[in-house]
């Protein structure tokens, strides 16, 4: 089986779960990551169980010989990075959100049309069971026209929001907040689900908790978005509303999805069961593919992202052997259009009024 070789930028999400999940798969090879921030590079090497570790991320395109480029780092750095990998002919998976506005994301598929290699975005949720057991019953027709959505997550991360700092994630300059950490996916997820994109937003981006202090008298203000609630409209007609909050003390579902269509509805909860009714007809839980496992060896922070990461990894190695993409890999063109409705959802908070999404 061949083995490509993978080099990871960012010793964060990077080291603590694409280097581990990508090292539990067949047909790739973590040969080398770089860090951003100039870590602690033992700690890194510990945590990813990659061995070289560089401090500098050229440094690595330069000398390592690579198929593949994961940019794992902080959003403000990923149109620079990404388009650094198409220029040494090199493919590019890209965490999300893709780019801190669409003019960036634009210059991204330029550089990867010139190269002439991949461009995929980070959205491994795509792949867990559930998801893609909602895609499976929208694309039936069985639930009729869809009238309306309602996603909504929420997190119970008040203590931490108010405990501990959020560094970049903090930060709306940098690329930080919840609407581009937790809003992105739910964005891809809806134009993926539903074949259709957003043309209209009306929103809000609340920072609920914003400073936060330790008892050293270290400060930190925070710029970024902590939730998000959003009223929409798709292409098709849908309407939507899709809403976030981190802040919470306790929550009961981290995830709930509603679909009301005009011949059915379908409810999706924690990402782990999907309920179908057809009619005026009561809810039923529908049958979705088995989980599975993370090997024992792996940490337990990867081990929560392996039953939909893995089946990415499949789909991602299946693309890169056959040179066609799997239909339910992320492009950069879905990147960009979620990029758009992340700027249009920004600009709509500002202003207090509905952006249409061009």
Same mark, same amino acid.
């Given at each position: 089986?061949?083995?490509?070789?993978? *080099?990871?930028?960012?010793?964060g999400?990077?080291?603590?779960?694409?280097?581990?999940?990508?090292?539990?798969?067949?047909?790739?090879?973590?040969?080398a990551?770089?860090?951003?921030?100039?870590?602690?590079?033992?700690?890194?090497?510990?945590i +990813?169980?990659v061995?070289?570790?560089?401090?500098?991320?050229?440094?690595?395109?330069?000398?390592?010989?690579l198929?593949?480029?994961?940019?794992?780092s902080?959003?403000?750095?990923?149109?620079?990075?990404?388009?650094?990998?198409f220029e040494?002919?090199?493919?590019?998976?890209?965490?999300?959100?893709?780019?801190i506005?669409? !003019?960036e994301?634009?210059?991204?598929?330029q550089?990867?049309?010139k190269?002439?290699?991949?461009?995929?975005?980070?959205?491994?949720?795509?792949?867990l069971?559930?998801?893609?057991?909602?895609?499976?019953?929208?694309?039936?027709?069985?639930? *009729?026209?869809?009238?309306?959505v309602?996603?909504?997550s +929420?997190?119970?991360?008040?203590?931490?929001?108010?405990?501990?700092?959020? *560094?970049?994630?903090g930060?709306?300059?940098?690329g930080?907040?919840?609407?581009?950490?937790?809003g992105?996916?739910?964005?891809d997820?809806?134009?993926?689900?539903?074949?259709s +994109?957003?043309?209209?937003?009306?929103?809000?981006?609340?920072?609920?908790?914003?400073v @936060?202090s !330790?008892?050293?008298?270290?400060?930190?203000?925070?710029?970024a978005?902590?939730?998000?609630?959003?009223?929409g409209?798709?292409?098709?007609?849908?309407?939507?509303?899709?809403?976030?909050?981190?802040?919470?003390?306790?929550?009961?579902?981290?995830?709930?999805?509603?679909?009301?269509?005009k011949?059915?509805?379908l409810?999706?909860?924690?990402d782990?069961?999907?309920?179908n009714?057809?009619?005026?007809?009561?809810?039923?839980?529908?049958?979705?593919?088995?989980?599975?496992?993370?090997?024992?060896?792996?940490?337990?922070?990867?081990?929560?992202?392996?039953?939909?990461?893995?089946?990415?990894?499949?789909?991602?190695?299946?693309?890169?052997?056959?040179?066609?993409?799997?239909?339910?890999l992320?492009?950069?063109?879905?990147?960009? @259009?979620?990029?758009?409705?992340? !700027?249009?959802?920004?600009?709509s908070s500002?202003?207090g009024?509905?952006?249409?999404?061009k």
């Amino acid at each position: 089986m061949k083995k490509f070789k993978v *080099g990871i930028i960012g010793t964060g999400f990077g080291a603590k779960v694409h280097a581990p999940m990508m090292q539990f798969h067949d047909g790739f090879d973590v040969i080398a990551i770089a860090s951003v921030l100039r870590g602690n590079v033992e700690n890194v090497r510990e945590i +990813s169980g990659v061995e070289s570790i560089y401090t500098d991320w050229q440094l690595m395109l330069e000398n390592e010989q690579l198929d593949l480029v994961v940019v794992a780092s902080a959003v403000f750095l990923h149109q620079e990075m990404a388009s650094a990998v198409f220029e040494k002919g090199i493919h590019v998976i890209c965490e999300k959100p893709m780019a801190i506005h669409t !003019d960036e994301s634009k210059k991204m598929i330029q550089d990867r049309d010139k190269a002439g290699k991949l461009g995929l975005i980070n959205h491994e949720f795509r792949f867990l069971p559930a998801r893609t057991k909602v895609k499976e019953i929208v694309d039936s027709g069985c639930l *009729g026209e869809i009238m309306h959505v309602r996603y909504l997550s +929420s997190f119970a991360n008040y203590s931490s929001l108010i405990s501990n700092p959020r *560094g970049w994630l903090g930060l709306e300059e940098k690329g930080g907040g919840m609407l581009g950490a937790i809003g992105s996916h739910m964005t891809d997820s809806l134009h993926w689900w539903f074949n259709s +994109s957003f043309t209209e937003v009306f929103a809000n981006l609340p920072i609920h908790i914003p400073v @936060q202090s !330790d008892n050293t008298g270290n400060i930190e203000n925070r710029t970024a978005d902590d939730g998000f609630q959003v009223i929409g409209k798709l292409k098709s007609g849908t309407t939507v509303t899709m809403e976030f909050l981190s802040a919470a003390r306790q929550t009961s579902n981290a995830w709930r999805l509603e679909v009301f269509g005009k011949k059915g509805t379908l409810v999706m909860l924690d990402d782990a069961k999907v309920f179908n009714s057809f009619g005026d007809g009561p809810l039923q839980e529908v049958e979705l593919v088995p989980d599975i496992t993370a090997p024992i060896k792996m940490s337990a922070v990867a081990a929560r992202y392996y039953n939909g990461f893995h089946r990415a990894l499949d789909a991602l190695y299946e693309t890169l052997v056959s040179g066609v993409k799997h239909p339910y890999l992320a492009s950069f063109e879905n990147g960009q @259009q979620t990029q758009k409705v992340l !700027d249009a959802i920004r600009l709509s908070s500002k202003e207090g009024r509905k952006i249409e999404v061009k």
